[in-house]
């Protein structure tokens, strides 16, 4: 017997709820920014996966999905 090709409905009661993805937040040039470790600092360049950012004149690049930046 095989498995079906699509997964089956869960009832609307169930603890079994499928993973909601993450948000990921999007950066622009020029954006102030705080670090969990590095403390403040400004976006200066945004790349497809990573942003560089400048604190106190020690660039930092900072991967995707910037679990700790947050944008001020």
Do not use: W
Request: hydrophobic letters at 35%.
């Amino acid at each position: 017997m095989t498995p079906p090709q699509t997964p089956r409905p869960r009832p609307a009661g169930s603890p079994f709820r499928d993973p909601v993805p993450p948000v990921i937040p999007t950066f622009e040039v020029g954006d102030r920014v705080t670090h969990d470790k590095q403390g403040m600092g400004r976006v200066v360049e945004v790349q497809v996966d990573a942003v560089v950012v400048d604190f106190n004149d020690r660039p930092l690049r900072v991967l995707s999905p910037y679990t700790k930046l947050s944008k001020l």
